[in-house]
């Protein structure tokens, strides 16, 4: 039991990964500074666990600490088809789980109302007046409100559309100079796509070292062995790099579906990140969503301070209806494999300006943009998803 710490704090933080430690970022930046917050997460962060990508126009809030960033970026599709596609007024970014640790923490702690404590969350609940949490070192009250990012729902109702977006990925490093810096790969579909959504992407850190990722969207896991023999195919035949070290190993799971999430449990719970059903349900990409939900976020509970009255989700953190719809269409097509994904993304890619698909992607064009970039792909499977998402609205 943690004897020294004080039980009650105006925000408990539960999680301090990606979302947690980004949200304490934006609230040390806020009005409420000066608010008690508890952090709380298992691990000591340290480990480069993560690496996370981007795109975006101008500067990141961690700017500083971005590892590598692009103006162009590979595309290897269906029948041959090869572009190196210019992405204008974005570049691709890559921010290591290691640097987003280490810039974040140490400033977080330097601010006396900010306290980090590592212990094992059991369980979280609220009345009206306070939440509590219970962990493995303790009680712990929020006043205001837990932000839980550790409660991540199974999604595995039958009803809505769930994919896994899995991978597992290598950094590894040549004697040889190989990888062009200045050119990495966002899609590679040139592999085996086994009725399934599968590609690798390949970004490099300098001429001899990259990170080679095998990633597939599916409703399945593999075995272990799988993902490794996938990736040493890859580098063996397509990259034709045969003397090779493994210097780092990355794998994760997210999910990908349209299945509703409770973002509000109980008046002093909101729940963020994957846990908030924050993840772009057909790309899995949830980096840039979440800074963006959390500064609304913050902004949000800033104005309820100045205004002296209880906060009110003015930003619908999630996908608007049109937008949500095209996800669950786009799932339903790659689900009922109605049109092989590596032809989708080719035709996405191939008509389009890509900057416009990247926008699109992070649901920042207009519907009449949408309708324009869906006719680059045939229309017969996407009525049939249509079809498909809307009978299951029905039951
Ligand atoms: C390897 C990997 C790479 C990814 N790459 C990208 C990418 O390139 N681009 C992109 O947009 N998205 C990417 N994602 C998806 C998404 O951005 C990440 O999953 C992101 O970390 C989600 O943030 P989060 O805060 O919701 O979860 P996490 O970052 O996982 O944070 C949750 C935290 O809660 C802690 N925790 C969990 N349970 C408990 C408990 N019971 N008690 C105490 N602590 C607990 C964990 O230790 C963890 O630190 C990636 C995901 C993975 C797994």
Redesign the pocket.
């Known amino acids: 039991m943690n004897q020294n710490l004080p039980n009650t704090y105006q925000y408990i933080i539960a999680?301090?990964?990606?979302?947690?430690l980004s949200l304490a970022f934006y609230l040390n930046k806020s009005l409420l500074k000066n608010e008690s917050i508890l952090i709380?997460?298992?691990?000591v962060?340290q480990a480069n666990?993560?690496?996370?990508?981007?795109w975006e126009q101008g500067n990141s809030p961690f700017e500083e600490i971005i590892y590598r960033k692009w103006k162009g970026l590979w595309f290897y599709g269906h029948q041959d088809f090869a572009s190196f596609l210019n992405i204008e007024e974005y570049f691709y970014k890559m921010l290591r789980g290691e640097d987003f640790y280490q810039y974040l923490i140490p400033q977080l702690k330097k601010n006396p109302n900010i306290t980090f404590l590592q212990?094992?969350?059991e369980y979280i609940e609220s009345t009206v007046d306070e939440a509590t949490v219970m962990t493995n070192q303790g009680v712990f009250k929020a006043k205001a409100f837990v932000f839980d990012?550790?409660k991540v729902s199974k999604f595995n109702q039958a009803k809505y559309h769930n994919m896994l977006q899995h991978f597992k990925g290598w950094v590894i490093e040549t004697s040889q100079a190989i990888f062009k810096p200045e050119e990495p790969t966002l899609f590679d579909f040139r592999i085996e796509q086994q009725n399934e959504c599968r590609f690798v992407y390949v970004l490099p850190h300098s001429e001899t070292k990259a990170l080679i990722e095998f990633t597939i969207f599916s409703d399945n896991l593999l075995d272990e062995a799988s993902y490794n023999d996938a990736l040493k195919q890859y580098i063996q035949e397509i990259l034709k790099i045969e003397d090779y070290q493994i210097t780092e190993i990355?794998?994760?799971v997210?999910p990908m579906s349209d299945e509703p999430q409770v973002i509000s449990p109980s008046p002093k719970v909101i729940r963020i990140?994957?846990?908030g059903g924050y993840?772009k349900a057909s790309t899995?990409?949830?980096?840039?969503r979440?800074q963006r939900f959390l500064q609304q976020l913050v902004q949000d509970l800033e104005e309820a301070k100045r205004k002296n009255i209880p906060l009110t989700f003015k930003g619908n953190f999630c996908s608007n209806t049109w937008k949500a719809l095209l996800d669950s269409i786009l799932l339903n097509v790659m689900l009922h494999k109605r049109m092989p994904a590596d032809e989708i993304f080719t035709k996405l890619f191939k008509y389009n300006r890509p900057a416009d698909v990247l926008k699109f992607l992070d649901e920042d064009t207009s519907m009449l943009k949408d309708i324009s970039i869906m006719q680059s792909v045939p229309p017969f499977p996407f009525i049939l998803g249509l079809k498909g998402v809307l009978l299951s609205k029905l039951y």
């Open positions: 999680g301090g990964g990606m979302a947690g709380i997460d298992r691990d962060k666990d993560h690496t996370w990508c981007f212990a094992d969350i990012s550790i990355e794998s994760g997210i990140g994957t846990a993840v899995g990409y949830s980096f840039q979440t």
